[in-house]
């Protein structure tokens, strides 16, 4: 059978093949029990016809069957393609009999297989010699067991003599056929070069057609190629398209592959079969500049595939109808000196397609007032040897740097428009594993341990040659090596940054805001080293200038907790003033209400760069898939005028964003690190109490600041009144400082376990002797390794009465017995003491038993959950899972509307927040008589006053979810006042007390920016 011609072979029991190979989908097995089963789910979209044969659960004894006929007996190579992840196993054996005797058997996936990326589907075979005639192929489990829902995807068998076959299921499903007829421009040989963009992993493939037809690879032979006038014979292009999904195919005509043709003059015709008959769609053009989009479906077997097979000029046409045709906002303005970019792709993917095309999608780009056409922003050097931070090469690096500059200077844009230039996406900290292993890191550790002034005595070991970086398995035998090896993953990656940011800013000659966009692993995990990407550390250099986050907030109990991260960026960048620049995730089904509140709270926080991600266009890239389904949202009109007032809203305030920044508060949440490295991978329950404590400050209008524990050894924590601490270890030296700060003063709140070790996770006893309570050791009850969004499936443990209020015990518990003199404020169910406060010196403390913010967040999801109607499923209640693909929190698109509250559609956030438990947890807050200079009527409005020399601004945000028709504030303001004015309402009217306070109100729908001007 030639692999290159179509087939289609679905083998029921007893169908008889004359030829090879021979294929099977697994999905045609038959079975009598429940152990197997055809599935298509998220699981299966890349399996061959999108479906396979599932058997991780149901009857462990389970098998399933099918018949071949073997036409000539044979030396046979059986391949079997299943779905493979690196840590998950679903071992399932295939054994090939005849007349009831086993012929022979393999097991597969009992080992994970190298240079496999997890949930892709892989090939693995074993070689048998089959007789002629029937044979049967059953499907069974490994030792009868039972695997994770996520595998034992079985996709497909393939029996093959040819043991130099390289199986390709795409060759055994529906067949696109392709020919090209040039144009009578060409007097010089072109070929036709496609680049397949797809929209999974294996992304991208280059193919050429000539003479000689489809061939994979950059350029054919120079005597297959074509002239004007010439055509090419049918061309199989199903190698290019996915099942599930097709492809983008990026056309041009190259003389060679590094010389394109002026323009790309042709016509091309589509079938489904190598013959005129079957031709299905014809396109004649001419682009000039000489490029081409064309999407293609799967297959063009229907009539609704068929009508997905559409060219660039069609999707722009039609985009921009609409577009013009759109009531855009008025009011605010584009920004001029905030650069605000977004990302879109008018072209494919380094294809420039035809002059009217990209006109047309560059007039719609325009309604939004994004930056891209009057700024730019550059690339980085991300050359290593050997993949080690440690092992920069430099000599590669400063070459590129060359030919970038080269090549941005011929490109006619001006080096002092660049915005910043982004080194590279998601990098993390090398893991220490690697670190461990690589004599590189052993050099650069020492030596930064040097800097730092250590000793090998303080690193706990006897000599030089002991200080190293240790893997997470000797953390405990090596505990101060392992605190800084954690410590050193940020370091190691920042010193790699910097070496990048000499080099261009020489190369460009000026300085340039240098960055990488970090993903928000801090929001994902509630821990820095989840990513090995610790801010206070990396910006704690003057090799640093700027630091770069994103919003995805991906399984995040709130999109508000993107705001949390860059208050994190905000902190950090503290001493030093580096910029801060955020990517706006606006696409995967984010709703335009979320896409406003994370603009304003972000902006609200220091982000001054920002871009969009992502806009599209959906014909030029695969971010956000197929075009006929594509979550980009150049897709989605609905979300445009959001997306517009965006802009609109900072550029409105952009004069009073760039010269205001936020005082510093009177309230700050201590980070500590150290614990982020010591329960890496044991329980992240600690960091979502922090995380959500913030969440409850914000709330309340609280302005609060994150301090690090190094920020506080430097003696930054002096000026708060308050300091809440979640997590049990601490550095000695801040400990030290903190013990002093609350002896002149401060009011500390401690949760469960907090501050009770220290970096090298040994007692910690600094605090003790002005603790309100006997503390006894912490208890980890439920340990959480999972993202915030799945908080809600820790169990009650025990209850907490504080008055009239109950919150529930979750995840750790501290019993405590309150010391003579203490104020018990909250008891647990067997009366002992859940939250205790004494006073210490001039100060205070207040020590929690338990994790109360955790409750509070759990409180708010389970209450929008339940108006979903959802349920706690006995599998989230046993697994925590960290790897496999996010929720969303709405369970079931369409499913809330059965509620009837509107909240559910408008956004995917909870709001209904318990006001007692906020309360309870801003208590110390309350104490100590703070009164922001702002403060709100309505709770969980985003409201952050930012202040300078000519006036202020206040970014608002609608977290209640419901727009609110009068929302009143009060304003202690530094200066005296002109007037107010909001970017949606215009000029606002006040009232200034004799006091010097200003009282005024608007109504709110999402955001808005409210701008105070002084005399």
Known sequence: MNRLVAIIVLLLPGIALAAEPIFVEAESFTTSTDGWKVQENRQTRSASMLNTLHGAVGDPSGVAQTSVTI????????????????????????????????????????????????????????????????????????????????????????????????????????????????????????????????????????????????????????????????????????????????????????????????????????????????IVRTMQFDCQPNGLVVVTPPDLTTEEHRSRLMRDAEFAEATGKVADAMDWPTFGKKPESIPFFVSATVGGYDTEVDKAVSDREWKTLDYFGFSNRDKSYIGGLWYMHDRSFCRPDIEKMKESAATKVDKFVQSGKSIDDIAYCMLMDEPTGQPASFAAADEAYHEAFRNWIKKLGKTPEDLLVADWDAVRPVPESERDQSPA??????????????????????????????????????????????????????????????????????????????????????????????????????????????????????????????????????????????????????????????????????????????????????KPAEVAVLYSSSTDAWTLGQNYAFGFNRMHTWMALAHAQIPVDFVSEQQVEKGLLQDYKVCYLSGPNLTSAAAEKLRDWIMEGGVLYLSAGAASHDEFNRPLATLDELLPADREPLQVLQPFLNSGSYLHILQAQDVVTAGEQELDVLSVQQRQSARSGSEVLATFKDGSAAIVRTDAGQGSIY?????????????????????????????????????????????????????????????????????????????????????????????????????????????????????????????????????????????????????????????????????????
């Open 71 to 278: 036409s000539e007996a044979g030396d046979f190579r059986i391949w079997v393609r299943f779905l493979h992840h690196k840590t998950r196993r679903g071992p399932f054996q295939l054994a090939v009999a005849q007349n009831n005797q086993t012929v022979g058997s393999n097991h597969f996936d009992k080992e994970p297989l190298p240079n496999a990326f997890n949930w892709d589907y892989v090939w693995d075979y074993f070689d048998l010699t089959l007789p002629a005639g029937t044979v049967e192929l059953e499907l069974s489990k490994t030792d009868q067991e039972n695997c994770s829902p996520y595998v034992r995807h079985v996709d497909c068998v393939l029996l093959t003599t040819d043991k130099e076959l390289t199986p390709n299921h795409l060759l055994y499903g529906p067949q696109t056929f392709l020919r090209v007829t040039l144009d009578d421009v060409y007097d010089n040989p072109v070929y036709i070069h496609i680049f397949a963009d797809h929209y999974h992993a294996p992304w991208y493939q280059h193919f050429n057609l000539s003479k000689a037809g489809t061939k994979p690879g950059l350029r054919p032979a120079l005597d297959e190629r074509l002239v004007g006038g010439e055509q090419t014979p049918w061309c199989n292009i199903t190698p290019m398209l996915y099942q599930d999904s097709g492809a983008i195919l990026n056309i041009t005509a190259r003389h060679h592959y590094a010389e394109h043709a002026p323009q790309l003059a042709a016509k091309l015709e589509f079938a489904s079969a190598p013959n005129e008959d079957s």
């Open 481 to 662: 090596l392992h605190y800084f090896t954690q410590r050193f993953r940020t370091r190691a990656l920042g010193d790699f940054m910097a070496i990048q940011r000499g080099i261009l800013e020489e190369a460009y000659g000026r300085t340039l805001p240098t960055l990488v966009n970090f993903s928000d692993g801090a929001t994902y995990h509630a821990n820095f080293y989840g990513q090995g990407v610790d801010y206070f550390e990396l910006l704690d250099s003057d090799d640093q200038n700027a630091l770069w986050s994103e919003d995805w907030a991906n399984g995040a109990s709130s999109y508000q907790c993107g705001a949390y991260n860059v208050d994190l960026m905000r902190a950090a960048a503290r001493e030093r003033g580096q910029t801060l620049g955020h990517y706006l995730v606006a696409h995967a089904g984010r709703k335009p209400w979320d896409i406003k509140l994370k603009g304003a709270s972000e902006t609200a926080r220091g982000i001054r760069l920002w871009k969009n991600f992502s806009y599209g266009v959906s014909w030029g890239s695969h971010e956000g898939g197929p075009t006929w389904k594509s979550h980009t949202w150049y897709s989605k009109p609905e979300k445009w005028i959001a997306n517009a007032e965006v802009v609109r809203e900072i550029g409105g305030a952009e004069d009073l964003l760039l010269s205001s920044t936020a």
């Open 847 to 1015: 020590s929690a038993g338990f994790l109360p913010s955790l409750d509070y967040i759990k409180q708010a999801l389970v209450a929008r959950r339940d108006l979903q109607a959802a349920q706690v499923t006995a599998e989230e209640l046993a697994t925590n899972r960290t790897d496999v693909p996010t929720p969303v929190l709405d369970l079931k698109e369409g499913e809330a509307t059965t509620t009837g509250d509107s909240r559910l559609e408008r956004s995917d956030n909870p709001w209904e927040y318990s006001a007692d438990v906020r309360e309870l947890i801003l208590q110390p807050v309350r104490t100590a008589s703070i009164t922001p200079p702002l403060t709100c009527n309505v709770p969980l409005v985003d409201a952050v006053l930012l202040e300078g020399d000519s006036g202020a601004v206040i970014p608002l945000a609608n977290y209640t979810l419901a727009p609110l028709k009068q929302v009143d504030f009060t304003l202690q303001p530094a200066q005296p006042i002109t007037r107010i004015e909001s970017i949606h309402q215009g000029e606002l009217n006040y009232h200034t007390t004799p006091e010097g306070k200003v009282h005024f109100s608007l109504p709110l729908d999402s955001s808005d920016y409210v701008q105070v001007f002084y005399r």
